[in-house]
């Protein structure tokens, strides 16, 4: 395989950086991940150079920026697979996509005693806005619980989903263990049995395999751009068009109406723009347009073959330090959490800062998961496109420097 690594290396700015007299390792992307110059660039110079509001400006910088927004729509269209841009929202990131839907086709379409299903696995942001909503409406929320290996029991899905199930709402790939849910196994499970519609958080997913929203067929699918290399503050929620037409809008103000009188009730826009209340991140639009371009270019799936090998070498060398432990399934992709003796997981993670190595530690916001587990915190490595073998290499020989040093303090 012709994957480019020292070219795509020196792409990120950020990745020569020094910390602490050492060139910064970074293994948090499942957090977010670090920016390639394009990125960077596109943003500076869209604030240099063209920066204007958008939607019905009569002048050239407005109207060039509003074009090149919708143009952004389009490919993230054809990135995704969505059958119109009209499915496309922008919305400030996958958190946003969740509480958008749960807003506003959730409290329109959701009756009391409606169930909803997710599963145990869940990012907070796909159990909070349910769970408030359930509050409110007087719905029940059931969950597809976990096997000890760190898998969703789907079997269970035939005791959980009945003629009352009308949302069931699912992590493509868990923030915290990696693992890859069988997605259009499990939707066509649901299918199967119940006229639920189906929400995928793919927050996880999005950079790290290729994306067919018409071959999974989800009703909703959510992203966010910091994860794809692209800016803070951005995202995605694709949704089916027939879904979107009788969906109300959830907030209010400028682009999204056609009419606003006093006495009479507001006339609201069209698709998708009814849902894009007030002044967009035209920024973070362009740079997520720029992102997906850069990634397009070197190719998904070459991304996700360097990142399968990369993850199987990483795993392998885990395994061969002492005292650790390992939460999960070998078939997973862009994540390791792990423990090592006893230790917090916060000091692992602040000796291996000292040595210019980014992890994150902690419950991930995903609580119930990790308390499954047993455990108040893991500490969690995060792989991207850009990462090499030197970088597990440097950060192998360190965990085993922290634990030799650990056991001679800590007895």
């Known amino acids: ?50 920066y204007s509001s958008v939607h019905r400006g009569e002048y050239h910088l407005s109207n060039n920026s509003t074009t090149r927004m919708e143009k952004t729509r389009l490919k993230i269209a054809k990135f995704i697979n969505a059958s119109s841009k009209k499915e496309i929202i922008f919305v400030k990131g996958a958190t946003e996509g969740i509480n958008l839907v749960a807003n506003s086709w959730g409290r329109k379409f959701l009756q009391p005693n409606d169930n909803i299903l997710i599963t145990e696995m869940e ?39 009945d003629k009352k199930t009308r949302l069931f ?14 997605i259009c196994k499990i939707i066509k499970k649901i299918r199967s049995i119940s006229n ?50 009788n969906m109300p809008p959830w907030e209010g103000g400028g682009s999204m109406i056609y009419k606003v009188s006093l006495n009479k009730d507001p006339i609201f826009n069209d698709i998708p723009w009814r849902f894009e209340a007030g002044s967009p991140n035209i920024s973070g639009i362009l740079g997520l347009g720029e992102a997906i371009k850069y990634v397009s270019k070197i ?46 997981a916060y000091d692992i993670g602040s000796l291996l800062d000292q040595k210019g190595i980014a992890i994150r530690t902690g419950h991930h916001c995903a609580m119930p998961l990790v308390s499954y587990f047993k455990v108040n915190s893991m500490c969690r490595i995060s792989l991207a496109m850009y990462n090499n073998k030197h970088d597990i290499d440097k950060f192998i020989n360190s ?7 650990l056991k001679k303090i800590i007895k």
């Open 299 to 344: 190719g998904l799936h070459k991304i996700e073959k360097y990142e399968k090998k990369l993850m199987q070498y990483t795993i392998k060398s885990m395994k061969n330090i002492p005292n650790i432990k390992l939460y999960g399934i070998n078939n997973r992709i862009g994540i390791i959490p792990f423990n090592l003796n006893k230790y917090h």
């Open 196 to 245: 639920a519609v189906i929400l995928v958080d793919g927050a996880q997913a999005i950079m790290h395999k290729k994306i067919d929203v018409q071959k999974l067929d989800c009703d909703f699918y959510v992203f966010s751009g910091h994860k794809l290399y692209g800016p803070s503050g951005i995202g995605v929620l694709y949704a089916k068009k027939n879904i979107l037409n």
């Open 123 to 161: 990012h907070h942001a796909n159990i909070v806005p349910w769970q408030m909503l359930a509050k409110e409406k007087n719905l029940i929320l059931r969950y597809i619980p976990l096997l000890p290996n760190g898998t969703l029991n789907i079997e269970k899905i035939y005791n959980l989903v």
């Open 1 to 50: 395989m012709n994957y480019p690594i020292n070219n795509i290396r020196s792409d990120f700015p950020i990745l020569s950086k020094k910390i602490n007299n050492n060139t910064l390792i970074y293994l948090d992307n499942a957090a977010s991940s670090q920016k390639p110059k394009c990125v960077i660039n596109c943003e500076s110079n869209y604030y240099l150079k063209e």
């Open 399 to 405: 965990l085993l420097k922290i634990q030799n040093f």
């Open 169 to 182: 709402s699912i992590t493509h790939i868990s923030n915290v263990l990696g693992t890859i849910n069988p």
